[in-house]
């Protein structure tokens, strides 16, 4: 007959695990099972927010999808851990005081006393019996004998299974009271084979998919080194082609200095022929001027004296005529600003970028249609340059300066910008926005520009890469940007204190405005990056080229009918690289700004209102 420490501790198994509950955990059906075993059964279901009950079926809500937060079955787990602490006593033993049991039969389900266990191992039929110590049986870690004795009939093992019923019971209840009930019963026996049977089929299964799942980890792990080869050897190759790129850059490093070098030596052997014939010039005067000296130490006689008349005649003569050459170093330092180092751009090529020697000269100088006052020029997508006029009408121009075609009549041009789809942006009288089609047809868009006491002169506009709108507001200081959808602007930026008049949009990212007053800046956003201020006497008209360099031409007040035009070229960052154009004349009119550009093909052209001119550059080999 069980002990009760035996019936308490075979009804205190997880049902899964069958061994003491560890930290019980209740479901909403009452069933109890330990934390762990319900976080696997979790775990193989799909849906992470119930649990099914392993027993009934039903399910449990998890809170947060977590095994631990379901509730604890307190008095189970209180039950349990006096069960470990209280020792059984043996059941094998005849003698009323019974020892304490040290090892526990799994076969027969008794817990025995150390001489008790050495008899059981000793009786030849039970020495196959599996027998464990009772440390392990405390610990929860063996399953006690689940053969149990009937409630009906307490001398009576549960030695058969009703498979309607699912639970053991023994023989003369199968026989009385499931047999009649036309249940089906079978030995406990049988029943607990094929349940073993089904477990070894499982696991057979399983070892089967662990294999399965093995080899496609080793799969992994042989794509993983397959991967850390091939990085290992992409690693190799750049390192390869860092060397091989650091070999040439350093050559051509070391190619452009030798031509700065030469390009150096030259202009400085032609400073010192200079600078020698002024010495030489000097040296004479020191000479002749020693010698009329001489005349002051003694009287002059004769013909002493009419020497020392020729001398200062010559002396005079000498002095009259010549003055130190300033042209000529003039020429050579102009020689030099004409080279430049341009960086190249494209990283997929190891160069660092070439010399360059320009000469720009007068390719076309025209008088625009008359009675046209010019307002606004920009490149436009085709190649050529687009001249707005207030007078109305867009005049398109070659990089030759033919006139190729006239728009727009009967509309006063302040601004003109192109978007990517072809259509084209105009700023039109009283500071309205106007849109067309490639065939210069007019948009029923609307652009809720600010509007401005001064008027139609407000500003022009640029349009950037990703076809967003600029518009110069210089009563309110700010640039209005629209989309090309039109409507209310979606942003304004401010020009940090700078009135923007003439607006060039970046290729890439930004905005470069000429400001008031006379000044370059350069814009992100909100965020002033450089600023260009206007050199002294000189106003500055800037635009920015394919490469997102800057061009400035900076204007000089000469006299009333003439102003002397310089050319200079700027990086994105407004450091000067180079200049292009010195101090060529142009023809003012009297009011009104200045516009400057590039065209697609690489001329530049400069507006003065009602005249343009197209400057063409000529590349010179430094050789």
């Excluded at 057979?204 to 091939?230: C, H, P, Q, W, Y």
């Excluded at 700078?498 to 930004?510: E, H, I, R, V, W």
Aim: glycine fraction near 6%; proline fraction near 4%.
């Amino acid at each position: 007959m069980a002990t009760f420490h035996q019936i308490i501790s075979q009804n205190l198994e997880c049902p899964i695990c069958l061994t003491l509950f560890n930290q019980p955990k209740s479901l909403s059906c009452s069933h109890t099972f330990c934390k762990d075993c319900l976080q696997l059964i979790s775990q193989t279901q799909s849906d992470k927010e119930i649990i099914t009950c392993p027993i009934c079926r039903k399910g449990t809500p998890l809170p947060s999808g977590d095994v631990g937060k379901l509730e604890t079955n307190i008095p189970l787990s209180l039950l349990v851990e006096e069960v470990k602490i209280t020792s059984p006593t043996c059941i094998v033993c005849e003698s009323a005081e019974k020892p304490p049991a040290v090892s526990y039969c799994q076969d027969c389900g008794k817990y025995m006393c150390k001489t008790c266990e050495k008899g059981h191992s000793l009786w030849k039929p039970l020495s196959n019996h599996k027998i464990v110590p009772m440390s392990e049986v405390l610990s929860g870690k063996v399953p006690l004998k689940r053969r149990r004795k009937c409630k009906e009939h307490p001398n009576d093992d549960e030695e058969c299974f009703c498979t309607d019923c699912q639970e053991y019971v023994c023989l003369r209840c199968g026989m009385l009271a499931h047999l009649p009930a036309g249940h089906q019963i079978e030995a406990a026996a049988i029943h607990e084979q094929k349940l073993i049977e089904n477990i070894k089929e499982l696991k057979k299964g399983v070892k089967l998919k662990k294999t399965t799942f093995e080899n496609n980890i080793d799969f992994i792990e042989s794509k993983r080194n397959e991967i850390a080869f091939m990085m290992r050897k992409l690693n190799d190759d750049i390192d390869e082609a860092y060397e091989e790129y650091m070999q040439l850059l350093s050559a051509k490093r070391e190619e452009l200095k030798s031509q700065v070098k030469q390009w150096s030596e030259k202009f400085e052997k032609e400073l010192q022929v200079l600078e020698a014939k002024g010495q030489q010039k000097i040296s004479l005067m020191n000479a002749m001027e020693e010698l009329v000296t001489n005349g002051m130490k003694v009287p002059l006689e004769k013909d002493a004296l009419f020497a020392h008349d020729t001398l200062c005649e010559n002396l005079k003569s000498f002095l009259g005529r010549n003055d130190p050459d300033s042209q000529s170093p003039r020429g050579v330092s102009e020689s030099a600003k004409t080279i430049a180092f341009y960086r190249y751009k494209k990283i997929n090529e190891p160069r660092l970028g070439e010399l360059t020697k320009y000469t720009w000269d007068v390719k076309a100088d025209l008088m625009l249609p008359r009675g046209k006052f010019m307002t606004c020029m920009t490149r436009a997508p085709d190649g050529k340059m687009a001249v707005g006029s207030s007078s109305r009408g867009i005049h398109f121009y070659s990089p030759n300066g033919e006139l190729l075609q006239t728009v727009l009549k009967d509309v006063s041009v302040y601004g003109i910008g192109f978007l990517s789809d072809g259509r084209s942006v105009v700023r039109g009288g009283q500071h309205k926005i106007l849109l067309y089609t490639p065939q210069w047809e007019k948009l029923d868009v609307t652009f809720e520009t600010r509007r401005c006491r001064r008027g139609s002169s407000d500003g022009n506009l640029a349009v950037d890469k990703d076809d967003n709108i600029y518009v110069c507001c210089r009563e309110s200081k700010t640039i209005q940007v629209f989309t090309r959808q039109g409507g209310k602007a979606v942003r304004d930026m401010t020009c940090d204190g700078y009135t923007p008049k003439q607006l060039f949009a970046f290729n890439t990212k930004g905005i470069l405005l000429r400001a008031d007053p006379s000044a370059v800046v350069c814009l992100d956003g909100n965020v002033k990056q450089n600023v260009l201020i206007e050199k002294k006497g000189r106003c500055a008209y800037p635009a920015v080229c394919r490469d997102d360099s800057v061009i400035v031409a900076w204007v000089k007040n000469t006299d009333f009918w003439t102003k002397h035009v310089s050319i200079d070229r700027y990086t994105r960052d407004l450091e000067h690289v180079c200049n292009l154009i010195t101090d060529f004349r142009v023809q003012p009119l009297l009011m009104g700004y200045y516009f400057l550009q590039e065209f697609a093909s690489g001329e530049i052209a400069f507006c003065t209102g009602h005249k343009l001119y197209i400057f063409d550059g000529n590349l010179f080999e430094l050789s």
